[in-house]
């Protein structure tokens, strides 16, 4: 059932990034406007898988506000390898190929090899217990 649990988790943040990068395209399509959608999708699949991932996952409930803001913050570090992995894909497939729906293809693979790894990382390093 918790992979079940995170499956959905992991596909809504995609969805919610990729939604929220196609979105942001609407109000900047200038230099470096995939930077720009990847940065920001990225933000908000964060903050919405952290919450589900607090709550539902790794059942924590935060002390204090200090306490959250820690735990945030180690989300945020782990979360470092994976963005590369899921940066690294997309990019690579805004470049390798001529169609422009390929980044988001990238993305989601990316994303899902990423959720993969930061679930072994949040649960060694952010949520012990």
Known sequence: MLALRYSIFALLATLTN???QYVSFWFYDGVKSLYV???AGTLAGLVLKYV???KYIFFHTPKSKKDDSKKFLLYCLMGIVTTAIFWGFEIGFHWAF???HAK?????MGLGIGY???YFLDKQFVFRS
């Open 37 to 39: 959608a990847m940065f």
């Open 18 to 20: 990729l939604l929220v």
């Open 116 to 118: 993969i790894l930061k």
């Open 52 to 54: 589900l991932d607090k």
């Open 104 to 108: 988001y293809l990238g993305a989601s």
């Open 98 to 100: 001529e169609n422009e």
